[in-house]
């Protein structure tokens, strides 16, 4: 008799959500939004709008459509089996390159109490290639192991953080705070700037739905897990910008590489400063561990379903697909090789922000697919009318959001999506001639 792997929990689902969300970036983004003004304050509001509706969206469909896969199932189910493989390689692709950025984010952070990685090309590599490697470990031992990993590392990630935004509202001055627009643009032309910018910090809101069938209750769990994870997260982000723009005077909070350490070496001397370098070093570590994790589950779903090749389908005894994750991790490792060769650093980053698209668009078709699986089944949560108004303000926000990366991204894209049609090919005309 084959033992059952264990499943997660409510507090785990959500330390998911949260800990793909949180990475590095939130701990240098205020500095980037402070050479915009306060207006900055209003992007955050919005673009937390906008990931609210989204979380909702998905969280009324985990009570749907019950299969694992998220951001793959949802739209499957409602578009058929090339829209479903297209989201599901678009957003493979994204987990496995990201995960190379994320890598190198750590070691940049890691620089800050190791000086010679930022100039020893031979330790990047090692320490690299030992993170991804150490997490994909872990990952094969089971979700249940990977979860515990998400539980420390969100709440040791959220400590300085939260430190910095109860703390320092004793040092908050008004006098600091920016004016409104410093930019030379229009209030109306910057908007759209500061909306894009805090966008990207609340992708991964749909990972949650993704391990459904490793969760318990999964159609209480995941719902409640992917609202209060968004929720947590945006009053992080809001509340630490807030009180960033209060502590440090605009111009050094303009040029800082670490805002929320210098705010904290202003509370409470060097050791805050240490505290939040050491903070953003376990963030970059839980996020890693997050999405190699989603990285793993995401091609098991579509191999499932007969669209990606049955290797990724396997399992080991600990319910973890362990073959999935070795394959994503050594296509991770390419990258992470590549990132780390002089030259290509730039191409590197166009390539982050071309996934970073393609990691979009499963919004939009999510939001698209709830209108018209639930209108379809007559599965309406509350009335037509709110299920209709939630998905087109979900598919308008996400439409607004891939066009906001720019014409350049939005094309190479594309061009990366297409790239997937030859092997969608393959598959089904592999499944053709087994059947």
């Given at each position: 008799?084959?033992?059952?792997?264990?499943?997660?929990?409510?507090?785990?689902?959500?330390?998911?959500?949260?800990?793909?969300?949180?990475?590095?970036?939130?701990?240098?983004?205020?500095?980037?939004?402070?050479?915009?003004?306060?207006?900055?304050?209003?992007?955050?509001?919005?673009?937390?709008?906008?990931?609210?509706?989204?979380?909702?969206?998905?969280?009324?469909?985990?009570?749907?459509?019950?299969?694992?896969?998220?951001?793959?199932?949802?739209?499957?189910?409602?578009?058929?089996?090339?829209?479903?493989?297209?989201?599901?390689?678009?957003?493979?692709?994204?987990?496995?390159?990201?995960?190379?950025?994320?890598?190198?984010?750590?070691?940049?952070?890691?620089?800050?109490?190791?000086?010679?990685?930022?100039?020893?090309?031979?330790?990047?590599?090692?320490?690299?290639?030992?993170?991804?490697?150490?997490?994909?470990?872990?990952?094969?031992?089971?979700?249940?192991?990977?979860?515990?990993?998400?539980?420390?590392?969100?709440?040791?990630?959220?400590?300085?953080?939260?430190?910095?935004?109860?703390?320092?509202?004793?040092?908050?001055?008004?006098?600091?705070?920016?004016?409104?627009?410093?930019?030379?643009?229009?209030?109306?032309?910057?908007?759209?700037?500061?909306?894009?910018?805090?966008?990207?910090?609340?992708?991964?809101?749909?990972?949650?739905?993704?391990?459904?069938?490793?969760?318990?209750?999964?159609?209480?769990?995941?719902?409640?897990?992917?609202?209060?994870?968004?929720?947590?997260?945006?009053?992080?982000?809001?509340?630490?910008?807030?009180?960033?723009?209060?502590?440090?005077?605009?111009?050094?909070?303009?040029?800082?590489?670490?805002?929320?350490?210098?705010?904290?070496?202003?509370?409470?001397?060097?050791?805050?400063?240490?505290?939040?370098?050491?903070?953003?070093?376990?963030?970059?570590?839980?996020?890693?561990?997050?999405?190699?994790?989603?990285?793993?589950?995401?091609?098991?779903?579509?191999?499932?379903?007969?669209?990606?090749?049955?290797?990724?389908?396997?399992?080991?005894?600990?319910?973890?697909?362990?073959?999935?994750?070795?394959?994503?991790?050594?296509?991770?490792?390419?990258?992470?090789?590549?990132?780390?060769?002089?030259?290509?650093?730039?191409?590197?980053?166009?390539?982050?922000?071309?996934?970073?698209?393609?990691?979009?668009?499963?919004?939009?078709?999510?939001?698209?697919?709830?209108?018209?699986?639930?209108?379809?089944?007559?599965?309406?949560?509350?009335?037509?009318?709110?299920?209709?108004?939630?998905?087109?303000?979900?598919?308008?926000?996400?439409?607004?959001?891939?066009?906001?990366?720019?014409?350049?991204?939005?094309?190479?894209?594309?061009?990366?999506?297409?790239?997937?049609?030859?092997f969608y090919v393959l598959m089904k005309w592999n499944k053709r001639h087994q059947n």
């Amino acid at each position: 008799m084959s033992k059952i792997p264990p499943k997660i929990g409510l507090v785990t689902a959500t330390c998911i959500v949260i800990g793909n969300m949180i990475g590095v970036g939130i701990f240098i983004l205020p500095a980037a939004l402070s050479k915009y003004g306060s207006i900055s304050l209003l992007g955050w509001v919005f673009t937390t709008i906008g990931a609210l509706i989204l979380a909702k969206i998905f969280s009324n469909f985990s009570k749907i459509i019950k299969k694992g896969g998220g951001p793959y199932a949802y739209p499957k189910a409602a578009f058929g089996d090339f829209m479903g493989f297209l989201i599901a390689w678009g957003y493979w692709l994204s987990c496995w390159i990201g995960n190379a950025a994320l890598t190198v984010a750590i070691i940049g952070a890691l620089s800050f109490f190791f000086p010679v990685l930022e100039t020893n090309t031979l330790y990047k590599v090692v320490i690299g290639l030992g993170l991804i490697w150490t997490f994909t470990w872990i990952n094969t031992r089971g979700i249940k192991e990977s979860g515990r990993v998400q539980v420390v590392t969100t709440v040791l990630k959220l400590l300085p953080l939260v430190f910095v935004i109860v703390v320092g509202a004793f040092f908050f001055s008004i006098d600091n705070f920016p004016e409104f627009n410093l930019t030379s643009e229009s209030d109306f032309a910057t908007f759209p700037m500061v909306a894009a910018l805090t966008l990207y910090a609340f992708l991964g809101l749909e990972c949650a739905t993704i391990p459904s069938q490793s969760i318990r209750n999964p159609e209480k769990t995941i719902p409640k897990a992917t609202m209060m994870g968004t929720i947590i997260t945006a009053s992080v982000y809001i509340l630490g910008t807030v009180v960033l723009f209060g502590i440090l005077p605009i111009d050094r909070l303009q040029t800082s590489a670490a805002p929320f350490a210098e705010a904290a070496r202003i509370i409470a001397g060097d050791f805050g400063g240490y505290f939040v370098a050491i903070g953003v070093i376990i963030s970059g570590l839980g996020v890693l561990n997050g999405w190699i994790m989603v990285t793993g589950q995401v091609p098991l779903a579509t191999a499932k379903d007969g669209l990606f090749p049955k290797v990724f389908r396997k399992e080991n005894e600990k319910g973890a697909p362990a073959m999935g994750l070795i394959i994503g991790s050594l296509l991770t490792t390419g990258v992470l090789l590549m990132n780390l060769s002089e030259g290509l650093v730039d191409q590197f980053k166009f390539i982050v922000d071309i996934v970073v698209f393609v990691a979009l668009v499963p919004y939009l078709f999510t939001a698209a697919a709830y209108v018209l699986i639930l209108i379809e089944k007559k599965v309406h949560l509350q009335s037509w009318v709110k299920t209709f108004v939630l998905g087109g303000l979900g598919f308008s926000y996400s439409l607004w959001a891939i066009f906001g990366s720019g014409q350049e991204t939005v094309f190479y894209g594309f061009i990366l999506l297409v790239l997937g049609i030859p092997f969608y090919v393959l598959m089904k005309w592999n499944k053709r001639h087994q059947n």
